[in-house]
């Protein structure tokens, strides 16, 4: 088997396994228990963004405590703005 050869069979399986992936991802994401556990997912890291900035702003390393706060903050918006957009009524 040459070496092109090999890697375009590597090249096809991976792809038939990310298909394979985002097929069953999106069947998952039909269900409302899998929508809300990652959409409470996506809000926590938010939230852990903010509370880790706090610590670090103690120790003096405000670079990072700024970047924490403000991409917690866009996080937890985002969620908010996707909630108030996209809801069911």
Same mark, same amino acid.
């Given at each position: 088997?040459?070496?092109?050869?090999?890697?375009?069979?590597?090249?096809?399986?991976?792809?038939?396994?990310?298909?394979? +992936?985002?097929?069953?991802? &999106?069947? #998952?994401? *039909?269900?409302?228990?899998?929508?809300?556990?990652?959409?409470?997912? =996506?809000?926590?890291?938010?939230?852990?963004l903010?509370?880790?900035?706090?610590?670090? +702003?103690?120790?003096?390393? &405000?670079? #990072?405590? *700024?970047?924490?706060?403000?991409s917690?903050?866009?996080?937890?918006? =985002?969620?908010?703005?996707?909630?108030?957009?996209?809801?069911?009524?």
């Amino acid at each position: 088997m040459t070496e092109e050869r090999f890697e375009q069979v590597i090249e096809n399986a991976i792809e038939g396994a990310a298909d394979k +992936f985002d097929h069953s991802i &999106n069947r #998952a994401w *039909k269900h409302r228990p899998v929508r809300m556990i990652g959409k409470s997912i =996506a809000c926590l890291s938010g939230v852990g963004l903010l509370a880790a900035s706090y610590p670090l +702003f103690e120790r003096g390393q &405000n670079t #990072a405590a *700024k970047a924490c706060l403000i991409s917690g903050g866009i996080v937890i918006a =985002a969620n908010a703005i996707e909630l108030f957009i996209f809801r069911k009524r």
